[in-house]
């Protein structure tokens, strides 16, 4: 009994930190879905933490695979001749696996996150080539490629949007737009709407 609570112990922590690894760049996905744009930053602060969330991960589920493949000992052996009782679901091989498969998805979340978000086309007809300004943003708060489309996908809804690149890395959104159709203010809000932070702008 003490060693099934022990496994699934383990098994819960594997997971949990596989969650919250990626949970910066879940967030933004679901805030989405939700339709509260807002909250998509506000496991940003884990990020940090990431590296030893995927370190603890791994070294949980690693301990786990080697308690359930490791060689019996003659004790163990004999225990379990004594006891005809087949092991539980949860404390099979399939289970762990599944859970294995599960905490590789969470910890690759950033990297397929961006899928999730839909393809916006957009057809902007500039009538003056003059009112066609580019300016960059200054972003806090983005992660991964997921926080990089929630911003575009927010700028994007504006009228007269010709391009954005956002980008988590350079920690900006370089947008090209009609200024007469929206301006730096507009899109200033439509970032800070997402829940990430403008910190400074530039006009080129």
């Not at 690759?108 to 943003?137: E, G, M, S, W």
């Not at 507009?186 to 006009?203: F, H, L, M, R």
Request: charged letters at 20%; one cysteine or more; proline letters at 3%.
């Amino acid at each position: 009994m003490s060693e099934s609570k022990s496994s699934k112990g383990l098994l819960g922590t594997g997971i949990v930190a596989a969650i919250a690894a990626s949970l910066c760049c879940i967030t933004p996905v679901l805030a989405l879905i939700a339709g509260a744009s807002g909250a998509a930053s506000t496991f940003s602060w884990l990020d940090p933490a990431r590296p030893y969330l995927i370190g603890i991960t791994i070294l949980v589920l690693g301990f786990a695979w080697y308690q359930k493949l490791k060689p019996r000992s003659k004790e163990e052996i004999d225990c379990a001749c004594e006891d005809d009782e087949k092991p539980s679901f949860w404390q099979s091989k399939k289970f762990l696996g599944i859970v294995t498969v599960f905490a590789g998805l969470m910890l690759a979340f950033p990297l397929y996150a961006d899928v999730f978000y839909p393809k916006q086309d957009r057809q902007v007809i500039v009538v003056d080539r003059q009112n066609v300004q580019t300016a960059t943003f200054s972003v806090s708060g983005m992660t991964c490629t997921g926080c990089e489309e929630h911003v575009s996908h927010e700028v994007n809804k504006l009228d007269g949007i010709v391009g954005v690149k956002a980008s988590y890395e350079n920690e900006n959104a370089i947008v090209q737009f009609d200024s007469s159709k929206t301006s730096v203010g507009e899109i200033e809000k439509a970032i800070n709407s997402t829940g990430y932070k403008v910190t400074d702008i530039k006009n080129q």
